[in-house]
């Protein structure tokens, strides 16, 4: 084994391999692939003939056969990515046992790697670099052909003992990369072996047949022939039957030592790698893998700790469970099945979904072969409710095949062409109308009344079985009928089912970017619905859960008619008219009469897009707004004049009939302007009741304003004057959001006004109440009002040009700092929360449209917070006392309120504190709090590549961040800032624009550090922005000069200033940073990486 001249030698006649050159790259080519000139390992790389490389290789080995067996021992090392320099001539195998070979090389390597380290665990079998798929590919298929290609003599005369000895060998091999590349090529052989011995099993029955054809023609003239004929058959068949004997005995006995040792070994991915051959063997083989010395191995891994490991099992297993159920099945399956079935069905449960899959699909095939008891199926069957798509998808196949009358799966394997619907149910109406009553009877007797757990059911049966597109069927049962009505719980679920398809299609549609089949369905429901829109919502008005469902069905058609509207569709005026006016009047009643906000809120929706499908929704949705508007005014007279009126002419509360009345108005409001445009009347009564709230919210709970209605009253206005911002930035065309409201120009030149008014009195709140929950809703209302009205502004300049100008709320110092107060106080709660208390994950990205925005989250949030802290009994003593955030609802709040302020562009709002304190989450315990920060980072870096003002904000802020955390927990804390934030600015040097804005916000930096107050240690914490090196040099020893020169010119006495701040780390840093590629030239070993030195004076961390 020739090596290094370098390396120490551990034994005579051998020498240390170098083991650090993978780590340089130096096994690499720049394309891809391990990098070596010979024709195993350039085989590795391409797409070649494998057949024939296997036959080149046998004809060097027929030539030299040391040398041919030292290419094969270096085509493993090169796998299991040893170092190039290590090779294996022919010399060091001749007269040699590979043991003894292997136990030399594993010494050498160790040394080797003792001296110098190196990193034994990835190699080309696991990697993900390019080019590694393909050396997984081909590796194994040489050695396959290397036992296909040769004939069975050839295999059995020396060859077959070679490949076996040295892959045993190396796979006992200590380090794992060679062990992992070994046992994968005795696998391969093992395969070989097997497509050997199929082939010579298939000649000898081929000849058997031909013998028994000889032995009819003997007789007659041909009589002597036939004999020589059937003498050369039976001597031909025994022959390759002889040789087809000592192929299985020999696979047999190799695969058993490779599989004795390695499914025990401690690398999973050896483990895994053992599966899978025996996985293809099974392929290959299927009657020889039922014996127990193969199937004891799988049953084993059914219980291995790696899930990859069980999933390849339950693999292999599943190809084993083949045949006819019943007499006819062998003996082998029938007991193969009994001896796992326990194991499976614990399996279905697994803590890995994947693995559970493969083991619902192995319960199938038990239940084919009728070797599951029927009383074992519900187990299987539940998991069609599982929150994995995968486990649903299998528990799919069994209720389709083992529990329904009938198998309604019936899209073809290959799918659709791209829209293409299946007729329906394949057999017309009567058949969907069947497979879809089977449903309604399942979900009724496993979902227990849960029908929220339908949307599962239908995501398994998506593009898989066509009854669900079957709308015209759909609609024929949903509606009354005279014959054989559907019960009220078939009813229920069959609107969740209905609702449930159309929304997930919706979301198909929107995620695939317009996926036709999706949209195919969704016409296809719009089509046959929308006529009878309003009969429907009658049908559901009785049962409050089954109305939400159908209100959202409503919503999510009437969307997609609007996106279809005016491309020649079959979707176009299905609501023009007398039919879009009788959705519009059910719409209207239903709004009046149903008690649930989520209802309310389909129901806005819906109406919001009715009113660009039909002319006639117009006035019915004003008439509705008008009525809850007066409502709303006689009722809040009652509270505002303090007349002493406790009830309505209803008996109810004048507070609780407001609040409903409210929460309408607020619900609506999104979709129309429910103050009429009615300021100086409407608008002035709300603010009115909020006063009442900050006049008396330090008094007793007993209130008229309460909590909740004060949160309703703060969105409501917070919606009706950006409507009315909206309609007065741009008057004329008015925006399409504000199109249909009504417009009163005398009363919009109040509106100014009135928004002050509202951030007044969020000031006040956000200050002075005590209820966590309406400061909350303050802080949201106000944020959310100043930057629409700025978005407003900056659209209406951006339309009309630079020389527009308009009014735009201002933060003035004391709502910032109210603001900046909450925001800390929100974030300090919620790193309060233990980190495996709760997780949330759902905060929306600045620009997504596809989920609902932050600011409709958090006051979804806060009501229902209040709502479950008021139902919950409490003692006299705990009443009194101020209502609390629960622990997952403070995650939530914090989450979504970092969401609205990375949403927001106001240009106060992006130079004050709320960035810098959402960025400082980036250090926090909790994902989701990092998570909130990185995505007001990445928004940040995003805009910072429109223009170099915008990178300037971008790189200014988080300076302000680093400075806010330096602040309060000093420079060590503010320095890991420094370092996790410039982990998401970028990778390599940053375009100009963005290095030139780095610099300034450095040169701000020093500025800062030795301003009012020196702020010790500062500089240290800056010093990663430099030592990241995503700034040219020229850039970084510039700045390191400009600041010289200003703690020069400062003097002696104001010298020391300089010094606390970290100036003289901050240089060092520099100069280190720009000398790094000289000094690394200058180092033997480049490779080592240089570490820049830490400040001597940083801060512990508090």
């Not at 503010?974 to 290095?995: E, F, N």
Request: with cysteine; hydrophobic share 45%.
């Amino acid at each position: 084994m020739a090596a290094s001249p370098e390396a120490a030698s551990p034994a005579a006649g051998s020498e240390v391999p170098v083991a650090s050159e993978a780590s340089a790259g130096l096994n690499r080519l720049p394309g891809g692939g391990p990098a070596g000139k010979a024709p195993l390992v350039r085989a590795l790389r391409g797409k070649p003939d494998l057949r024939r490389v296997a036959c080149q290789w046998l004809d060097r080995f027929a030539a030299d056969r040391y040398a041919a067996v030292a290419e094969l021992v270096s085509l493993v090392m090169v796998v299991a990515d040893v170092p190039s320099q290590t090779t294996v001539m022919k010399e060091d195998l001749q007269d040699r046992e590979p043991a003894e070979v292997v136990r030399e090389l594993t010494a050498a390597l160790a040394l080797e790697a003792n001296l110098k380290g190196a990193d034994f665990t990835q190699h080309w079998l696991v990697s993900r670099e390019k080019g590694a798929q393909r050396v997984r590919d081909n590796f194994p298929a040489i050695w396959r052909e290397l036992a296909v290609a040769p004939t069975s003599d050839a295999l059995l005369q020396g060859l077959l003992q070679l490949l076996r000895s040295w892959t045993l060998a190396l796979a006992e091999c200590q380090f794992r990369s060679i062990r992992h590349a070994a046992t994968v090529a005795g696998l391969a052989v093992v395969e070989g072996l097997g497509i050997q011995y199929r082939s010579q099993q298939d000649f000898c029955t081929t000849a058997e047949v031909q013998i028994r054809d000889a032995e009819a023609q003997q007789g007659g003239h041909a009589g002597q022939d036939c004999q020589q004929r059937l003498a050369s058959l039976r001597g031909e068949h025994q022959h390759v039957a002889r040789a087809a004997e000592e192929l299985c005995q020999a696979r047999n006995g190799f695969g058993a030592a490779l599989l004795s040792r390695r499914t025990k070994d401690v690398d999973p991915e050896i483990r895994r790698s053992c599966l899978e051959a025996l996985g293809r063997w099974v392929d290959v083989d299927p009657e020889a893998c039922l014996e127990d010395t193969w199937t004891r191995y799988l049953s084993f891994a059914l219980n291995d700790r790696e899930p990859k490991v069980r999933a390849a099992a339950l693999t292999a297993l599943h190809g084993l469970l083949r045949g006819e159920a019943g007499p006819r099945l062998s003996e082998p399956v029938r007991r193969l099945g009994e001896q796992v079935q326990r194991k499976v069905l614990e399996r279905c449960q697994d803590v890995d979904a994947f693995v559970g899959a493969k083991a619902i699909r192995c319960a199938t095939s038990l239940a084919a072969l009728e070797l599951l008891p029927e009383d074992q199926f519900d187990p299987v069957v539940d998991l069609i409710w599982d929150p994995d798509a995968r486990r649903r998808g299998e528990a799919a196949a069994v209720v389709s095949c083992f529990v329904f009358t009938e198998d309604i799966l019936d899209y073809p394997s290959s799918g659709l062409p791209a829209g293409g619907l299946l007729p329906a149910g394949l057999g017309g109406g009567g058949t969907a109308k069947r497979r879809v009553l089977m449903l309604l009877q399942f979900v009724e007797e496993y979902a227990d009344g849960h029908y929220e757990l339908v949307e599962r059911l239908v995501a398994a049966l998506w593009r898989r079985a066509s009854c669900l597109e079957d709308w015209e069927v759909l609609v024929e049962l949903a509606l009354p009928a005279t014959e054989a009505p559907l019960a009220s719980e078939h009813h229920s679920a069959l609107i969740h089912l209905a609702e449930a398809t159309v929304r997930l299609a919706s979301k198909d549609m929107a995620e695939a970017s317009g996926s036709a089949h999706a949209c195919a369905v969704l016409d296809r429901a719009a089509r046959a619905v929308a006529p009878k829109l309003a009969a429907l919502l009658t049908s559901c008005q009785a049962e409050p859960m089954t109305m939400r469902r159908a209100t959202s069905l409503c919503s999510h058609l009437l969307y997609h008619c609007i996106i279809r509207s005016g491309t020649g569709a079959s979707c176009d005026g299905l609501l023009a008219g007398t039919p879009g006016e009788a959705a519009a009047e059910a719409l209207k009643a239903a709004f009046m009469r149903q008690p649930d906000p989520e209802a309310l809120e389909h129901i806005a929706l819906a109406l919001s897009h009715l009113l660009d499908l039909c002319a006639g929704a117009r006035p019915r949705v004003r008439d509705l707004a008008s009525s809850l508007a007066g409502r709303f005014k006689q009722l809040a007279e009652h509270i505002t004049s303090k007349s002493g009126k406790e009830t309505d002419e209803n008996g109810t509360p004048v507070s609780d009939s407001l609040f409903a009345v409210v929460v309408r108005l607020r619900i609506l409001a999104k979709a129309f302007d429910v103050s009429l445009c009615d300021l100086e009347g409407f608008v002035a009564m709300a603010l009115g009741l909020v006063e009442d709230r900050v006049s008396t919210s330090s008094e007793s709970p007993d209130q008229a304003i309460g909590p909740q209605m004060t949160i309703a009253l703060l969105e409501l206005l917070m919606l009706v004057l950006i409507r009315h911002a909206a309609a007065l930035l741009q008057p004329e065309p008015l925006a399409r959001c504000v199109t249909h409201d009504p417009i009163d120009q005398n009363q919009l030149k109040i509106a100014p006004t009135a928004a002050e008014d509202l951030l007044s009195l969020s000031t006040t709140l956000l200050e002075q109440d005590p209820c966590v929950h309406v400061r909350s809703a303050a802080f949201s209302a106000s944020l959310a009002l100043v930057s629409a009205w700025w978005n407003g502004a900056h659209f209406a300049v951006v339309a009309e040009g630079e020389a527009a100008s308009h009014w735009v709320p201002s933060i003035h110092d004391e709502l910032s700092n109210a603001l900046c107060r909450h925001l800390s106080d929100l974030l300090t709660e919620a790193n309060s929360v233990p980190a495996d208390c709760s997780h949330f994950a759902g905060a929306p990205a600045p620009g997504d449209y596809r989920t609902l925005d932050a600011v409709s989250r958090i006051f979804d949030v806060l009501q229902q917070s209040l709502t479950a802290a008021q139902r919950a009994p409490q003692d006299d003593e705990l009443a009194e006392q101020p209502l609390l955030l629960s622990d997952h609802d403070r995650i939530r709040l914090a989450c979504l309120v970092c969401a609205q302020v990375a949403s927001s562009r106001h240009n106060q709002v992006a130079a004050g504190p709320l960035p810098a304190l959402v960025l400082s989450q980036g250090l926090a315990v909790r994902e989701d709090l990092q998570e909130a920060a990185w995505v007001l980072l990445r928004r940040l870096r995003t805009d910072a590549h429109l223009t170099s003002e915008k990178a300037e904000t971008f790189f200014f802020t988080l300076l302000r961040a680093v400075e806010v955390v330096h602040q309060d927990n000093g420079s060590q804390i503010a320095r890991d800032l420094s370092l996790k934030v410039l982990q998401h600015v970028g990778v390599g040097k940053l375009v100009p624009t963005l290095q030139s804005a780095l610099v300034s916000a450095l040169r701000a930096g020093v500025v800062d550090s030795v301003g009012e107050g020196v702020q010790e240690g500062l500089l240290e914490a800056l010093t990663p922005w430099v030592t990241k090196h995503v700034v040219e040099d020229g850039l970084i020893r510039e700045l390191a000069g400009w600041a010289e020169s200003q703690a020069a010119s400062a003097g002696q006495e104001n010298g020391d200033v300089y010094v606390k701040a970290g100036l003289p780390n901050f240089l060092q840093a520099c100069r280190v940073t720009t000398e790094r590629k000289r000094a690394a030239a200058a180092t033997e070993n480049p490779t080592t990486p240089q570490r820049s030195p830490e400040p001597p004076h940083s801060r512990p961390r508090q």
